[in-house]
């Protein structure tokens, strides 16, 4: 059996319940480090599957100015990802959650079983991160409506389809995930929506999201892009993805510009710098 400690008291400010006005109140958008404790990533093939690893990862992006650190156990990649039971992936977690909280910056946990972020919570961390938006795990909602945690709520597909309106086809399922949402009393202020770059989509749908990102404004609703790496990025120039940085920093600062308010991103440092530079351009405009 996994250990539990009691549940926490309610946090305050910026690494409680006013963490997302904090990320998202400012002229760039906030930088949420990815942290994968998987030996199947496709980012980084596993290469802070060990806890040591993992923590100087962590350590390293929080002094390259990460404002958030999300940190998974299962691989979610859209290709070839192989399943794991919430044990298994709380296992992965244990050795490594605590010693990234007391890092003393605002952790988000990337899971898809609610017994898994429930857990996560009680180690104390602020914030669900749900790649299917609250759409495959019915206890998600009830969850983080108790404990009144931002959810970060991810346009999925279980597959491609090269023939669909891919923005109909997430304005549609963000519609049905705020309507879970409302249902389970999760209060809009704690809602975040991600288009799931490289999930159920071709690369040419990912780019399409990425372009029109601003209509997704219309939900009023803080916006988060996640194109680090991704494999659009090689249909334009072929690459491997830690390749990748380049076409992930033009992505990134096109999303910002369309109303992206958080970036999660695997290179903290330069993406960050891109991020603020390009403020700091637009401010002399």
Known sequence: MIATKPRPPAATGPAGHAVLPALTSRPYPAVMGVLNVTPDSFSDGGQFAAPERALAQARRMVAEGADIIDIGA?????????????????????????????????????????????????????????????????????????????????????????????????????????????????????????????????????MTALARLGELQSFGLPLLVGASRKRFISTVTPSEPHQRLGGSIAAHLLAAQNGARIIRAHDVAETVQALRVTAAIREQG
């Open 74 to 206: 299962e691989s979610t990649r859209p290709y070839g990802s192989e399943p794991i039971s919430a044990e298994e992936e709380m296992k992965r977690l244990q050795p490594v959650l605590p010693d990234v909280m007391a890092l003393g910056i605002p952790v988000s946990i990337d899971s898809m079983k609610s017994a898994v972020v429930a857990w996560a919570l009680d180690q104390g961390a602020i914030v669900a991160n749900d790649v299917w938006g609250l759409q495959r795990d019915s206890g998600m909602a009830g969850l983080v409506a108790e404990r009144g945690v931002p959810i970060i709520i991810m346009h999925n597909r279980d597959s491609t389809d090269p023939a669909i309106d891919i923005m109909q086809d997430i304005s549609n399922f963000f519609a049905a995930s705020l309507d879970i949402a409302a249902r389970a009393g999760i209060s809009p202020d704690k809602i975040v929506l991600d288009p799931g770059i490289g999930f159920g989509k071709t690369p040419e749908q990912s």
